[in-house]
């Protein structure tokens, strides 16, 4: 069947990899003959990428497809999608809750999404969420931007962190062969793309499910091995990676990060909590002495480098005083940049059962307590880039003004300068930084001279 005067909308919900996924599904309905179209009302199909980490993530979903299951009813040609966390943890719920949906499908069967539609055109009502083996996507993924790309390098993740319903929803760890992700890169390359973020839940568990090679009585599969196989691709300009695990994190990957030069010095390690006991509560394996000395051998080899990291507040137990060492931790550390969350009690997760909840009025309390020293932290964190120099990889026009483009510094500092997007994109130029505020920077171009 040909869809060429078909249109599709996705809306996506969630974290990189439901991004990087969404890509993926978008470069498949195109190959089908799907057109894009930003309107949801207007399109023939809609597809709901969907995110399960909190609560409020997973009503979102239900809002919106409440009201094109309704359309629906009306104009049954809509074909109605639902993927991601939500789909996976859900399943055949869903269609109880929403029988007008065509085909629930988990993340594991993204690559899989032509065959699926194919079943759903043929008459049925389709659920794909058993686990499986994933296979190499053919089609080339539609990629929201023309200068950055995600590079997923391992699916899934192995982890047992007792408040996470990512391990439930994602599946087990498995790696892509580091010729696959070389091969991704290098066509990026070809492209025109100049940055790649290489994505993992856990990203340092890389490798540990590929075919070991061990040379020299080391394992060379390793995330820091790939780093080094992967980061001299023609084209590629920079190259970022997230998440980072405490637990696993290595001096080799920071001493890699340091040697070659496309690696940006920007690294996103989650620390959760500032509180030993929380820590061990949440099954991270790590202590918060451990964290701080990640830190520090980041910085002495990279002083400059930015940190970025997710904290959880509020998890079943923590008392004030475990929250104020989480406080401290922020004080002393100084992040670049920090996700925070109050701690949300997931379905089939170890934590949602326990009796020790904190109360909804506490969580937000110290929600507000943390934002509060996080802002004002990275406010002056943001002070050391004033006047001076930095690169940056032209991404787009601001959307606020027209007359300036935005990009990023290495340390992934959202910038904005005055220039012309259709000489800029994509282009690495030396910026002077005018002004600062906590998450953002403003500079002027200074054309190197000659
Ligand atoms: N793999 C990454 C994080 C994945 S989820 C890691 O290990 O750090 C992204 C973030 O969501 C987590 O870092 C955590 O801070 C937050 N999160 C996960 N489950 C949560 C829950 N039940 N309640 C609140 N925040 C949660
Ligand atoms: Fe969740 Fe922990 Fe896995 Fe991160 S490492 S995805 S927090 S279980
Ligand atoms: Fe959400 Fe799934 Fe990512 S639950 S955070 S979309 S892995």
């Given amino acids: ?125 389709v659920v794909a969420t058993e686990p499986i083996q994933i296979v190499e996507d053919i089609t080339k993924p539609r990629r929201d931007s023309r200068v950055t790309a995600w590079v997923n390098v391992i699916y899934g993740c192995n982890e047992r962190c007792t408040y996470c319903i990512v391990p439930n929803v994602r599946g087990v760890e498995q790696s892509r062969s580091p010729e696959a992700i070389r091969a991704e890169m290098e066509d990026l390359g070809r492209q025109g793309f100049k940055e790649v973020t290489l994505l993992g839940q856990n990203i340092d568990a890389y490798g540990r499910d590929l075919p070991g090679v061990t040379h020299e009585g080391r394992h060379q599969n390793t995330f820091t091995d790939l780093l080094y196989f992967v980061h001299d691709v023609p084209g590629i300009e920079r190259i970022r990676f997230a998440t980072s695990h405490p637990r696993y994190f290595t001096d080799r990957l920071i001493r890699a990060c340091a040697e070659l030069p496309k690696v940006c010095e920007h690294f996103h390690i989650p620390f959760q909590s500032g509180d030993n006991d929380v820590l061990k509560a949440m099954g991270r394996g790590y202590s918060q002495e451990r964290y701080r000395r990640i830190i520090e051998s980041i910085r002495s080899l990279m002083p400059d480098a930015s940190i970025s990291a997710d904290a959880i507040v509020g998890f079943p137990g923590e008392t004030e005083q475990q929250f ?127």
């Fill in 1 to 125: 069947m040909s869809h060429s005067n078909h249109r599709y909308h996705i809306t996506t919900f969630g974290c990189q990899m439901n991004k990087a996924d969404s890509e993926r599904m978008a470069g498949i309905l195109e190959t089908m003959g799907f057109q894009w179209t930003d309107e949801a009302d207007h399109a023939d199909l809609i597809l709901y990428n969907t995110c399960t980490i909190r609560d409020n993530a997973e009503h979102k979903v239900y809002s919106y497809l409440g009201r094109q299951a309704k359309r629906k009813q009306g104009d049954p040609a809509l074909t109605l999608v639902v993927t991601g966390c939500v789909a996976q943890q859900e399943g055949d719920n869903l269609l109880r809750r929403v029988p007008e949906l065509d085909l629930i499908m988990g993340p594991q069967h993204v690559n899989q999404l032509q065959d699926l539609l194919e079943q759903v055109f043929a008459g049925n009502q």
């Fill in 324 to 450: 104020m060492h989480t406080l401290n931790l922020v004080d002393d550390i100084g992040f670049d940049l920090l996700n925070t969350a109050a701690y949300s009690p997931r379905p089939g997760t170890p934590a949602a059962g326990w009796l020790n909840q904190v109360s909804d009025m506490e969580k937000t309390d110290r929600l507000q307590r943390l934002n509060h020293l996080v802002s004002s932290k990275a406010e002056m964190r943001s002070q050391r880039y004033l006047n001076r120099m930095e690169e940056v990889l032209v991404e787009d026009v601001n959307p606020k003004d027209p007359t300036q483009v935005m990009g990023r510094t290495r340390g992934n500092r959202l910038t904005f300068f005055t220039g012309d997007i259709n000489q800029l994109m994509g282009k690495i130029v030396p910026i002077r930084i005018t002004t600062v505020r906590p998450f953002s920077l403003s500079g002027e171009w200074e054309p190197t001279p000659g």
